[in-house]
């Protein structure tokens, strides 16, 4: 298993959906996570992080960390068409915290 | 707030330069990375920084060399450009583990490096 796994999509939501998109991880990552946003030819900008086990919300999006079944889901809500990027997951090494993993990306497309 | 600059967006070079990427980050961040990003391959780690003159190889550092002189500044060098290399390299900067916002990465533009 890789590190950090992501479905590449792409994910496709008509325009005030609720997108939902999910990362699955290993052992060897801290429970730690970054999600970052990316539009094409852009380089990755960050959404939000989460640290502990449970929901964290910052406005549309809520981020959702579940350590029992080693997963990390981004919901974004009322979705809109400017929302249409590659969204990537991240955490760290449990043993090296300074080197992080980086999911391959889920494409998300939200159509008007 | 945070700024990366990268010196180049586009480059083309040919087979056998040498090539230097440069990276210059203002926020005084201890951690300093370099990724290259391939599709369907997602962002992998070439090598990183974590104080002057420090570096650690990523999961990639074959055929790539880096140099970190001052903080705000970390260059990646591509000792002899192959047709292989050609892809869109990034850069970020980070505070190190246990600092306010700790481990959160701040990407440069990209270079979309072509080697020909």
């Known amino acids: 298993q890789k590190e950090v796994e992501q479905n590449s999509g792409p994910l496709s939501v008509p325009e005030g959906a609720i997108a939902s998109l999910n990362c699955t991880y290993s052992?060897?990552?801290?429970?730690?996570f970054f999600w970052y946003r990316q539009y094409s030819g852009k380089s990755p900008e960050l959404i939000m992080s989460?640290?502990?086990?449970g929901d964290k919300e910052d406005g549309r999006f809520t981020a959702q960390l579940n350590k029992a079944s080693q997963y990390v889901s981004l919901l974004i809500r009322d979705s809109q068409p400017s929302d249409s990027a590659t969204y990537l997951c991240?955490?760290?090494?449990?043993?090296?915290?300074?080197?992080?993993?980086f999911g391959s990306g889920t494409k998300l497309n939200v159509k008007p | 707030d945070v700024k990366v600059t990268q010196s180049s967006r586009y480059l083309v070079k040919r087979t056998g330069e040498k090539v230097f990427l440069e990276c210059v980050q203002d926020?005084?961040?201890?951690?300093m990375f370099w990724y290259r990003q391939d599709p369907g391959l997602g962002l992998r780690l070439i090598y990183f920084?974590?104080?002057?003159?420090?570096?650690e190889k990523g999961d990639i550092p074959e055929g790539y060399s880096v140099s970190r002189e001052k903080k705000e500044r970390f260059s990646l060098i591509l000792e002899s450009a192959s047709t292989n290399q050609t892809s869109m390299y990034l850069c970020?900067?980070?505070?190190?583990?246990?600092?306010?916002?700790?481990?959160?990465?701040?990407f440069g533009p990209g270079t979309r490096l072509t080697v020909l």
């Open positions: 970020a900067s980070s505070l190190p583990l246990g600092s306010g916002r700790a481990n959160t990465q701040y």
């Open positions: 052992d060897r990552v801290s429970q730690s």
């Open positions: 989460i640290y502990s086990n």
């Open positions: 991240a955490a760290p090494l449990v043993y090296n915290f300074n080197k992080f993993y």
């Open positions: 926020m005084d961040h201890e951690n």
């Open positions: 920084s974590y104080d002057v003159k420090m570096k």
